[in-house]
């Protein structure tokens, strides 16, 4: 017999709904976590404007979840046109603090 799965109300507060705009990603990991900083980069400057910390599986489920929706859109839309990033287009290079 299959175990029922009981659904879950996800909420997301006002601050979080609105969103925030990034054009560059920046990915650290160790053993036990990844950690995913979202950044807008406008020079002279680059802030982060939200990072999200997570386990490996996490990710990895991520990637796929990603990877499907990727096929989906192209599927839709036509194939993505990969970009470069804005280190490259605004010729700069991204250090931390």
Known sequence: ME???KQIQI???DTVGKGVYSNVAIIFHN???FILDFAFVHPP????VSRVITSPGHVK???KALEQNIVQ???QFGPIKETEGPEKNMNIKLSQN
């Open 3 to 5: 175990e029922e799965r």
């Open 11 to 13: 909420e997301v507060d």
């Open 31 to 33: 053993q036990n976590e």
């Open 45 to 48: 400057k680059a802030k982060v």
């Open 61 to 63: 489920s991520f990637l």
């Open 73 to 75: 859109y192209e599927k």
